[in-house]
């Protein structure tokens, strides 16, 4: 948790020295982290604007497999920062709270996965309507299905619920992820192994991000992995009446 204050240890006297270097070095790391934080989300604002330059140059090169290739690094690129600016640009408790229709947005996302050539399957309920913070929703169920097209291959989304729940379920076929990485994936930056060695334009945010909106929310995201592979993503948002924090009771 980047946000949580640094542990702070106390003991016996005669431990006093070790205890100190424990607390200076916990207090570097966390303004390392902070300090990081802070300059990706600098960077990655700066970053915009001279990769949209870059892209309009990209119009004027006549060479067609350069300008193909070209426009691959750029569209990589910005997939990176729109990551790294969908994560700072987390601010669920300024987004209104409404009531709107879950399904509908769910299938919105998928429409958009398809329109870029990917094929997502979707069943469940067609008209659940859910109150909550609409977009920043839409942020974190669309990295859940980002994951699992670019991690899993073939994808299904699935939508149900409880009297107390919405459940929504994003299964696919990639390898998944070992449980004792189950928690570790959604730490800020971490990005396991095999993924790191991709060209996915991913920088370990995403799950990170999205499992603080649906929190936020009062639910959470888990992950299970499938048999015989594969990884099933639950994202379960609690249906409440109550006012949310930050909602207007
Ligand atoms: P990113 O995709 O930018 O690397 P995320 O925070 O979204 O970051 O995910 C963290 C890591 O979790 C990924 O790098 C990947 O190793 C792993 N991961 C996420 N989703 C899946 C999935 N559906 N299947 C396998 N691995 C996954």
């Given at each position: 948790?980047?946000?949580?204050?640094?542990?702070?240890?106390?003991?016996?006297?005669?431990?006093?020295?070790?205890?100190?270097?424990?607390?200076?070095?916990?207090?570097?790391?966390?303004?390392?982290?902070?300090?990081?934080?802070?300059?990706?989300?600098?960077?990655?604002?700066?970053?915009?604007?001279?990769?949209?330059?870059?892209?309009?140059?990209?119009?004027?090169?006549?060479?067609?497999?350069?300008?193909?290739?070209?426009?691959?690094?750029?569209?990589?690129?910005?997939?990176?920062?729109?990551?790294?600016?969908?994560?700072?640009?987390?601010?669920?408790?300024?987004?209104?709270?409404?009531?709107?229709n879950?399904s509908e947005m769910?299938n919105?996302?998928?429409?958009?996965?398809?329109?870029?050539?990917?094929?997502?399957?979707?069943?469940?309920?067609?008209?659940?309507?859910?109150?909550?913070?609409?977009?920043?929703?839409?942020?974190?169920?669309?990295?859940?299905?980002?994951?699992?097209?670019?991690?899993?291959?073939?994808?299904?989304?699935?939508?149900?619920?409880?009297?107390?729940?919405?459940?929504?379920?994003?299964?696919?076929?990639?390898?998944?992820?070992?449980?004792?990485?189950?928690?570790?994936?959604?730490?800020?930056?971490?990005?396991?192994?095999?993924?790191?060695?991709?060209?996915?334009?991913?920088?370990?945010?995403?799950?990170?991000?999205?499992?603080?909106?649906?929190?936020?929310?009062?639910?959470?995201?888990?992950?299970?992995?499938?048999?015989?592979?594969?990884?099933?993503?639950?994202?379960?948002?609690?249906?409440?009446?109550?006012?949310?924090?930050?909602?207007?009771?």
């Amino acid at each position: 948790d980047v946000n949580a204050p640094p542990m702070q240890v106390k003991g016996p006297v005669e431990f006093q020295s070790a205890m100190n270097a424990f607390n200076d070095m916990q207090a570097r790391i966390q303004r390392f982290i902070t300090d990081r934080t802070t300059m990706l989300a600098a960077i990655s604002h700066d970053l915009r604007a001279p990769l949209t330059r870059l892209r309009l140059r990209g119009e004027f090169v006549e060479d067609v497999e350069q300008q193909k290739k070209l426009f691959r690094d750029v569209d990589e690129m910005q997939a990176m920062v729109n990551s790294a600016l969908s994560f700072f640009r987390d601010d669920g408790i300024q987004e209104a709270i409404t009531r709107f229709n879950l399904s509908e947005m769910v299938n919105t996302v998928l429409d958009d996965f398809r329109d870029a050539g990917e094929n997502v399957s979707y069943h469940g309920l067609l008209n659940e309507v859910y109150v909550g913070r609409p977009l920043s929703l839409r942020r974190a169920i669309t990295n859940v299905i980002d994951n699992a097209i670019k991690y899993g291959g073939s994808v299904s989304v699935s939508m149900r619920a409880t009297h107390s729940d919405v459940v929504i379920v994003v299964d696919d076929e990639g390898d998944g992820i070992p449980s004792e990485l189950h928690e570790t994936v959604f730490r800020p930056f971490f990005r396991n192994e095999p993924s790191r060695s991709r060209k996915t334009g991913g920088i370990g945010l995403g799950l990170s991000a999205a499992r603080s909106t649906v929190r936020g929310h009062g639910g959470d995201i888990l992950l299970v992995n499938r048999q015989p592979r594969g990884l099933s993503v639950h994202v379960m948002l609690p249906r409440t009446e109550m006012p949310l924090p930050g909602q207007n009771a």
